[in-house]
């Protein structure tokens, strides 16, 4: 059974900083794509990062500079690193695995405000 557990959301003012991780299960995780994806309200998923098993990056361009993605093989979990958070990164940030087939954790929301 495939599991992506995700953790690190919560409140943060702008400007602050937050780290998500994603421990993952059930997938040869260092041979995986792992990514972040996040969903606003009345928008439509979005990527945010992906690392390839290779550990090429690819970021969108509003996070670029201020997000970076990790992986850790040998604890099978990836990260998101985000300073200098804005009101509209606030989302629901969810942890995607490109392995024989794509799966999706929970999501963990991220909102951003003073």
């Known amino acids: 059974q495939v599991q992506l557990v995700e953790s690190g959301g919560g409140l943060v003012q702008p400007g602050g900083s937050l780290r998500l991780s994603c421990a993952a299960s059930?997938?040869?995780?260092?041979?995986?794509?792992m990514g972040w994806y996040r969903q606003a309200p009345g928008k439509e998923r979005e990527l945010v990062a992906f690392?390839?098993?290779?550990?090429?990056?690819n970021y969108a361009d509003s996070v670029k500079g201020r997000f970076t993605i990790i992986r850790d093989n040998a604890q099978s979990t990836v990260y998101l690193q985000m300073n200098s958070l804005k009101p509209e990164d606030t989302a629901v940030y969810y942890c995607?695995?490109?392995?024989?087939?794509?799966?999706w954790g929970q999501g963990t929301q991220v909102t951003v405000s003073s």
């Open positions: 690392i390839t098993r290779n550990y090429i990056t």
């Open positions: 059930g997938i040869i995780f260092s041979l995986s794509g």
């Open positions: 995607n695995a490109l392995s024989s087939r794509t799966y």
